[in-house]
């Protein structure tokens, strides 16, 4: 009996483990083709609201029944788009009652390719989705193909009146849709039209600086049918706000790599180990320590981050508004930080990259329209090349690229006149630069292949300090006066005449202290860079060019294969707490003396009312 029970057993276990190999052989492989999703475009969220003391805030709002269109630029090909959007900052829901995205005509003219729409689902097929306050949600998949670089638009309908309390402030464009009074009452959506009406674009300017509010959406996936396809995260802080990840994508791109998107999720005045201060503190975000799971992390495909940040974790100790509640940290601190992040991303597989500071002397931040906030100081500047030797010596993170070559040869705490425009952010010019100083290895590029900078957008970003290193090295001829009458014997013919062989007055051109006044490897002197590439004259009298010159840079659309930026704007109408934060100050007194001389009066009648009942 217990033989026949042992054979039963056999022939049950035989029998389920070959169902179940019949089973697992019948499961279909995975399908190699079905892609691979992609972070194809993001922008890091952050409290949309003006603060003024702990209850009264001020934020910008969208009107009952209008559109707004969004453009931007995907950095990879794909066949789906999946789009998210962000409530994470509200105390209220919000709801998106139509989304759709199409291609883009124009930049700068919310206008986009008629016959493109295509309607952005939720939740299974639902036009419009409520998110909920403090959360996020992403789009259903929709069939939407995309090229590396290309524009494409996203148009959102709002029924009901809705603020931007949660929204990015860069790389990408938002216009309103002001319509008219008959739009209103009919309650006509525009997602789907070709352009808006008089669209005004949603934006915040501060201390010279624009920034582009986009309200809601937070990131699109692509699906990428390339192989060994992955995401590269640019994040960090206002250094790193422009379109340096935008030329790195077009690096690649032509070098015939096109299976690596390019995002950043960079944020103005973004600090490593605390949030933003002062007035506008909830514009500067969270602290990269805290955002880095969200904002890098988490991303689809991402195997790569590039980190240029701890600058403002330094500098703001050093500001007249924000350094009284600025955390008090040292370089040690910083560092921590710095392994927190490396550590985290290692723990997933991720390589980590790092910037080093930029030169930032001459900055003095302009708030509320005041300039000498903040003053560069050699004490600010030894923690950051602290900051800097750690970078480049580390044994702990995966690689670091010098950002030294955008500084002047004349001063190289400084930054080249055209690679700034206030002494510390960068222009397009020098985002160029810096894209061509990151190697291609970086993201798994197995060439020896490099763009040469004046590839890149057709501009040669070094023209300038090679003409300022040329100035430097270079020596005027020494010429002798010959003296006057020189067919007469003068009087006296043994003595020289006086001063014919002094040279003309500051014409030797002296070179600073620990200043190498010669062409660095890292600098070519191209001969291809377009005509019109900005170039500043150093007069032979000057030794040093001022950071304050010209910072002028190529128009648009000349010579490039693709514009970042866009054409500029005919609308020039804007909206947002980009409006003169002064004169919203000056409202918010006036109310308040209003409001007191309306209770002093009020209580002045009380009693006059009392006494003449006595």
Partial sequence: MKTVKKLLSLIIVLSIFLSSGILFSALPEADASSGTWLTAWTTSMVNGSIKLGDTLAFNDFIPAKSTIRTELTVTTAGTKLRLKFSNEYSITDITLDEVSVAKTLGSGEAKIVDGTQTAVTFNGGETSVTVKRGETVWSDEIDFETAALEKISVSVFFRNMTYITTGGLAHAETYLDTSNLLNFLTGKSFVNSPSLN???????????????????????????????AATAVFIGDSTLVNNTHLYFAEKLVKNG?????????????????????GLIGNLYGDSLLSRFERDALNLSGVKYIFIKEG????????????????????TDDIIAGYIQLINAAHERGIKVYFFTKSAW????????????????????QDKCDELDKWIKTNKLADGYIDVSPLANPSDTYALCPSFTPDGAHLTDLASIAVADLIPLKYVGVKSDVKLTSAEINSVDPYKEKNQIISQMNSKPETTTKAPENTTQKPENTTAAPENTTAAPENTTTAVPENTTAVVPPYITESTTAVTDTPVIIVPETEATV????????????????????????QNTNTIGNGGPIVIMLILFFVVIIAGAVVLVTVSRRKEEEKETQW
């Fill in 546 to 569: 001022p950071y304050e010159e010209s910072t002028t840079l190529p128009p648009a659309n000349q010579n490039t294969s693709f514009n970042p930026s866009g054409s500029q704007s």
């Fill in 311 to 330: 600058l403002n974790d330094i500098i703001h100790q050093y500001s007249k508004s924000m350094s009284p509640n600025t955390l008090k940290c040292s």
């Fill in 257 to 277: 790599i096109t299976n690596i998107s390019v995002v950043n999720e960079a944020i103005i005045a973004n600090k490593v180990l605390s949030g933003g201060s």
């Fill in 198 to 228: 008089s669209p005004s674009e949603i934006n915040i300017s501060s201390g010279g600086m624009t920034y582009h509010v986009t309200p809601f959406l937070c990131a699109i996936d692509s699906l990428s049918h390339e192989k060994n």
């Fill in 361 to 380: 002397k001459g900055y003095e931040r302009a708030f509320l329209g005041q300039t000498g906030d903040l003053v560069w100081s050699q004490e600010a």
